[in-house]
């Protein structure tokens, strides 16, 4: 992040500086930035955040919004989507009719609606399991903490059991909706018979215990005052700092409706709008994507939100009626086509994903793939673009992308790079280590022999280090274990005997410990003990295909960049550390346990890693829809 801002408002300067350091932001930057008229520079600080996050990736989803009634107990004053039983207006839909809104295409389902008086607990359980039975393949994003209140209350059941039963019918992850505002002043206003923060953030704290990823909103534009926005931001971060469940932040613009606390008319300005959006990307410095949710926005805000800090446009949306029912002008839904334009026009890389952020499939050319992990700094944070786009994208993924021929070049892992090296061309750049990672890391209740037959968890992000764990288990420890792939955010790890994990994750837990577990193991100490080798965890590729021009700009791209980030592995570190816990010393001496040369001996301990893979009765392991990897 080491670009220059001009800056005219000056105040923004120290806050410029903080950004920069890795320092966090306070409730008084929040304010100095609220009240600032320099919107281009409160921008170029917000896209600098998002570039360095999220790269030149800017996300959507195919999804379908689906809400079951609007006959609902309560009657909160900004609402216009709500209304009584009997109502000409009010509707309930069956689990038929919410079928038949569903086509195989989408990827996620989202279900948010009123609170029905009269609706049984079983039909909502139902409701999920029969759109998972017919749709195997969606994901299921559903029911707002408001929602989850209502069930505890309504049938008796404690919050955790509700998450339970919810989970178990096909529950993926929650909606943010219902949180408003962080002020008693304002629920006692405008919802008082609603949830108000304590609540809320209690059950979705509940949630990421329990394994359940969770967004999160804002209602602004209404009463609330500037310094109730920052402080809702903040209360945010905080629970951010203490489960790490958050998949996104959702500005929601307040559409005045007919509700009589704004004129009709009276919508949010395209400034306050573009604000809020880099106000909170640059203060919520834990949460990995914000959104501008076009819907609220519209589609015009929402693309110039993309140089504001926003990473995210939300998806196709058909459906939505709780925003339009409120005087939203914008469409009812945008295609694919147009949410890829979007995306083009501002010079972002398109990328259709899941719920869980993972990107499914890449629209654009040109992609150059970055792991999104500290130990990769070195050869990013100088990188200077060019013709090409950086996608920030977590190992295994940036495999699958590169298998379906979406990424031009990357920092590969190694056994992605050895089962499609006939389609790439090697650099001599890697990420390897000598006798210790710190990075990869089990965590164990038992001996490594002791391990035969248990339960081990694989974060969803790895493709090398869980052939490694595979490895040192099966020939050095003489013990096969069953491994169970873990989702991507927030997980529930009672039910493993083990858990590896890798990158930041590990680096933030093996300072922290991560609960039960007594034992770490570093799996590239005990590789080097074993096999006296280094081991390569990633190495430099880039598609075999590509003009050879193109290969050698690359390569003088990461050539130039390294040069200078090795020059200055604490000045890169900075602003990095405190983001996943260490002081800045910790994460230089991190950075120097690595080597980021491809070697004779780094080449030698490839051959000798590969010649294990390939001696393994079931190289191939896949996931099955129940996370278990059966080995084909």
């Not at 923004?12 to 320099?38: N, P, Q, V, Y």
């Not at 009463?223 to 931001?233: A, C, F, G, K, S």
């Amino acid at each position: 992040m080491s670009r220059t801002i001009w800056f005219q408002d000056k105040n923004l300067e120290s806050i410029w500086g903080k950004i920069r350091s890795g320092e966090r932001l306070s409730l008084e930057d929040g304010l100095t930035m609220f009240a600032t008229t320099d919107v281009i520079s409160l921008g170029k600080m917000a896209h600098a955040v998002q570039q360095e996050r999220s790269g030149d990736a800017v996300y959507f989803v195919l999804n379908q919004k689906i809400e079951p009634t609007n006959i609902c107990v309560l009657a909160c004053k900004f609402c216009d989507f709500a209304t009584k039983a009997g109502h000409p207006d009010a509707y309930e839909m069956t689990i038929q009719s919410m079928l038949d809104k569903l086509t195989p295409e989408i990827h996620e389902v989202h279900i948010t609606g009123g609170l029905h008086p009269d609706w049984k607990w079983e039909y909502y359980l139902e409701m999920l399991r029969k759109i998972k039975r017919s749709f195997p393949n969606v994901d299921l994003k559903a029911f707002t903490a408001v929602e989850i209140d209502f069930f505890h209350k309504k049938f008796k059941l404690p919050i955790d059991e509700v998450l339970r039963q919810l989970k178990e019918a096909g529950l993926r992850t929650m909606p943010g909706g219902g949180a408003e505002v962080f002020s008693e002043r304002v629920r006692k206003r405008l919802f008082s018979s609603k949830i108000g923060a304590k609540a809320w953030l209690e059950i979705h704290r509940t949630a990421h215990q329990m394994g359940i990823p969770t967004n999160s909103t804002i209602l602004y534009g209404h009463i609330e005052t500037m310094q109730e926005r920052v402080e809702h931001l903040l209360r945010l971060r905080a629970l951010q700092d203490e489960t790490r469940g958050f998949l996104s932040f959702i500005p929601l613009a307040f559409q005045p409706g007919d509700t009589g606390i704004k004129p009709t008319n009276r919508f949010t300005s395209a400034i306050d709008d573009l604000k809020m959006i880099a106000v909170s990307r640059v203060m919520l410095d834990n949460f990995p994507h914000i959104k501008a949710y076009w819907v609220m926005l519209t589609e015009e805000v929402a693309s110039v939100a993309l140089n504001f800090g926003a990473d995210d446009l939300d998806g196709t949306v058909g459906g939505e009626k709780i925003a339009h029912d409120a005087g939203a002008i914008t469409p009812m839904q945008l295609t694919k086509e147009k949410i890829i334009k979007i995306i083009r026009d501002g010079g972002k890389i398109p990328v259709e994903r899941d719920v869980y952020y993972n990107p499914l499939k890449l629209h654009t050319p040109g992609v150059v793939g970055k792991i999104p992990y500290i130990n990769s700094v070195p050869f990013y944070h100088h990188f200077e673009r060019r013709q090409f786009k950086v996608l920030p994208v977590t190992p295994r993924r940036m495999g699958i992308l590169a298998q379906m021929g979406q990424l031009d070049a990357g920092l590969f892992s190694l056994v992605d790079f050895l089962s499609q090296r006939e389609s790439l061309t090697l650099l001599p750049y890697c990420i390897a280590t000598r006798d210790q990672v710190k990075s990869v890391l089990l965590f164990s209740n038992h001996g490594w022999r002791d391990l035969a037959g248990k339960r081990i968890g694989i974060t969803d992000d790895t493709a090398t280090s869980i052939r490694l764990l595979q490895v040192i288990l099966e020939k050095k420890y003489k013990a096969r274990a069953e491994f169970i792939r873990m989702h991507s955010g927030v997980n529930s790890y009672d039910d493993f005997d083990a858990v590896l994990l890798i990158g930041d994750d590990a680096l933030r837990h093996r300072k922290a410990g991560l609960q039960n577990f007594e034992l770490v193991y570093d799996l590239a100490t005990e590789w080097y003990d074993w096999q006296k080798l280094p081991f390569v965890f990633a190495v430099w590729a880039i598609r075999s295909s590509l003009p050879v021009e193109t290969l050698e700009e690359l390569s003088s791209l990461i050539q130039q960049s390294l040069k200078k980030g090795e020059l200055d592995l604490q000045g890169v570190s900075a602003m990095h550390a405190k983001r996943i816990g260490l002081t800045s010393q910790e994460a230089t001496e991190y950075l120097e346990g690595f080597n980021y040369h491809l070697g004779e001996r780094e080449r030698e301990a490839i051959d000798v890693f590969g010649g294990f893979l390939n001696s393994l009765e079931n190289p191939v392991q896949r996931p099955v829809d129940d996370g278990t990897l059966r080995q084909n």
